[in-house]
């Protein structure tokens, strides 16, 4: 289970430890409103993440990252199928950088 240790760094990230695995990571404070879990299979992590926001609620969103490739899936509830969306670790990667840029054509190398 993770507990909050105290301040980390500026005053809006909080220092989150571990306790059986020993792992810390920082967590930016306005993230302790949110709800998800991280679970870890064999074979990945799982991440789901949960609409606790105001209505109309958007279905869990389930991230699982594997090896070689992420998956992200989401319920459309009109139809009630599964939408699935696979990205490559460099397209991870790619969507990582872009959401810290300006508007503009990127080329990574």
Same mark, same amino acid.
């Given at each position: 289970? !993770?507990?909050?240790?105290g %301040? &980390?760094?500026? &005053?809006?990230?909080?220092?989150?430890?571990? /306790?059986?695995?020993?792992?810390?990571?920082?967590?930016? /404070?306005?993230?302790?409103? !949110?709800?998800?879990?991280? =679970?870890? $299979?064999?074979?990945?992590?799982?991440?789901?993440l949960?609409?606790?926001? =105001?209505?109309?609620?958007?279905? $869990?969103? %389930?991230?699982? !990252?594997?090896?070689?490739?992420?998956?992200? =899936?989401?319920?459309? &509830?009109?139809?009630?199928? /599964?939408?699935?969306?696979?990205?490559?670790?460099?397209?991870?990667?790619?969507?990582?950088?872009?959401? $810290?840029?300006? =508007?503009?054509?990127?080329?990574?190398?």
């Amino acid at each position: 289970m !993770a507990t909050a240790s105290g %301040i &980390a760094g500026p &005053a809006s990230m909080i220092q989150i430890k571990r /306790a059986k695995a020993g792992v810390e990571a920082s967590l930016d /404070a306005s993230y302790l409103d !949110a709800m998800f879990t991280i =679970e870890h $299979d064999f074979d990945a992590t799982v991440i789901t993440l949960i609409d606790e926001g =105001e209505s109309p609620l958007a279905e $869990d969103v %389930i991230v699982e !990252a594997f090896d070689d490739c992420v998956v992200i =899936e989401q319920l459309d &509830a009109e139809t009630d199928t /599964a939408l699935r969306i696979t990205l490559s670790l460099r397209q991870v990667k790619d969507l990582a950088a872009a959401l $810290d840029l300006p =508007e503009g054509i990127y080329r990574r190398k």
